[in-house]
């Protein structure tokens, strides 16, 4: 079993304290604030599709892609009809379907750490959607990352097969606008005694309004407008996650 393998096995666990269902009421409303009928929805980065099932419980028909199979195998233990899942790279994913909206979500945009890899992605959501579609993202806001930095956090959580302890450590690359963030995740199995640790990095872009406004809008997106993650309001200086909005 991989570490990107194991790594999918215990998301849920490690993300359970995550509100996924205030979350969807949120993209729901700003969805629902364009005042199109907007069904056919397209999630690039599902992971392992909490978004995806909220929102479907919402009444919307979504499509999750992930470049890792071990996450969309275990978003397809949660699939229907119209909740389905796929492998693939959000920076050159193609479909032959048009979507109402796309949406990418927990920060999958911040992954794309070269602004080529950005672009790609962006031009993937600009092209999934039909005309005067709707792409929703968001990412970490640069002046919060800035004014807040990154520390090393622990988190514990557990569950009757083990008990995780998860201790990230932050290392900030200014002149690049990155956090690599290091994980060790210490996995204690209740039935057997054994302990196993994975360590691994992500790299996360913190992102600003003008360098996400000139992309989009060189792409060819319109009427961008971003806010405070969960709510209206313009992101500030204390807004570590920002969501834009933006339509074809």
Known sequence: MSIFEEYAYYYDLLYKDKDYSKEAKY???????????????????????????????LGYSIHGVDMSEFMIDEANKKGTEELTFEVGDIRNYKTDKEYDAVTSLFHVISYQNSNEDLEKALSVAYNSLKDKGTFIFDCWYGPGVLSD???????????????????????????????????????????????KVLNETHKMRYLFTPEIEYMLNKIGFINIECYEYGNKNEPTDSSWNAIFIARK
Do not use: W
């Open 27 to 57: 993209i729901d409303q700003l969805l629902k604030g364009e005042n199109r009928d907007i069904k056919y929805v397209l999630n690039l980065g599902c992971g392992t599709g909490n978004h995806d099932t909220e929102l479907h419980k």
């Open 149 to 195: 930095l990154p520390t090393v956090r622990v988190k514990k959580v557990e569950n009757e097969k083990c008990k995780i302890v998860r201790i990230a450590t932050p290392e900030m690359f200014n002149s690049k606008n990155l956090v690599y963030v290091n994980y060790e995740t210490i996995i204690l199995d209740k039935k057997t005694g054994l302990s």
